[in-house]
């Protein structure tokens, strides 16, 4: 393991993680730096070229003892309703579940996608479903034999049909505004009540800014528009065992990674609540 100062500031239940992804090789000092913040956990994406080309990634989970979750890749189309796409989404989400397992996995985290416009139709949603529900059934599978949670979170494809078997969800509070605004639904009121009926299943938490007015996510806490009182709100309804500050961008223009300086901003605000 290599030697350097981790900040160890804070007695809680909830661990508190910051993302990875391949665009932030090499990884080294940026893991370094982010441990010295004092974040936890790192919930890694494993976007292409991940997991295949890894060998830089398993060595530094190694040698930092990173405690580490997993982010499934974007492309992948879980509840596609057509058998080709399915099937070829079924065998990279295995694969990294199967890349999860070479370490101590917190949980496993997933989008579930199709791109299916006739998914409005019942009776296509229902052969989409399916697929989901065969796609948990293995993730489920694996998931027990290797000791970590696998969780769903929601997004703009998210419906509650998708909440089967024996997954666990990640709650993102930023998506979750984001699509009450953008339907025209009061996000304060179906956060609230969302949080209620499924806390039992929340797992994880997401947490970011957003800009309304921008249709934007992913801001560093108290650069948007969204009521941090909301936040504080949903993380005592749902108490999760982790909550993962996945700040992306610097202002809602895009374009401009946010820096160290704010994550560490955001961390201190997150901190505070938990």
């Known amino acids: 393991m290599l030697r350097f100062e981790r900040r160890r500031d804070r007695d809680r239940s909830c661990m508190i993680g910051t993302t990875l992804w391949y665009g932030h090789k090499p990884f080294g000092e940026r893991i370094?730096?982010?441990?010295?913040?004092?974040?936890?956990?790192?919930e890694i994406a494993l976007d292409f070229p991940f997991?295949?080309?890894n060998e830089e990634l398993k060595r530094v989970i190694r040698e930092y003892e990173?405690?580490?979750?997993?982010?499934?890749?974007?492309?992948i189309l879980l509840a596609s309703p057509r058998e080709e796409i399915f099937g070829a989404s079924l065998k990279v989400f295995e694969k990294c579940l199967k890349f999860a397992a070479n370490f101590e996995t917190l949980y496993f985290n997933f989008h579930v996608f199709h791109f299916t416009p006739t998914f409005l139709l019942p009776e296509i949603r229902e052969k989409g479903v399916k697929k989901l529900g065969k796609a948990i059934e293995l993730a489920a599978k694996l998931s027990?034999?290797?000791?970590?949670?696998?969780?769903?979170?929601?997004?703009?494809?998210?419906?509650?049909?998708?909440?089967?078997g024996d997954v666990k969800l990640t709650l993102d509070i930023g998506h979750f505004a984001i699509e009450a605004k953008r339907w025209g639904?009061?996000?304060?009121?179906?956060?609230?009540?969302?949080?209620?009926?499924?806390?039992?299943?929340?797992?994880?938490?997401?947490?970011?800014?957003?800009?309304?007015?921008?249709?934007?996510?992913?801001?560093?806490l108290g650069k948007g528009e969204l009521d941090l009182r909301i936040i504080k709100h949903a993380l005592d309804e749902i108490k999760p065992r982790f909550s993962l500050l996945e700040v992306f961008w610097k202002s809602a223009q895009f374009g401009d990674f946010a820096t160290l300086v704010e994550l560490e901003e955001s961390l201190k605000i997150l901190t505070a609540w938990l």
């Open 185 to 220: 639904r009061d996000y304060k009121v179906d956060l609230q009540e969302f949080c209620r009926n499924h806390r039992s299943r929340v797992l994880v938490a997401h947490v970011h800014d957003v800009s309304f007015s921008k249709m934007c996510d992913h801001l560093p």
């Open 66 to 75: 990173l405690k580490t979750a997993f982010h499934a890749p974007l492309d």
């Open 32 to 42: 370094e730096k982010l441990l010295g913040i004092g974040f936890d956990y790192f």
């Open 51 to 53: 997991p295949d080309d």
């Open 144 to 164: 027990n034999e290797f000791g970590f949670e696998i969780c769903i979170e929601n997004d703009t494809f998210f419906v509650e049909d998708f909440i089967i």
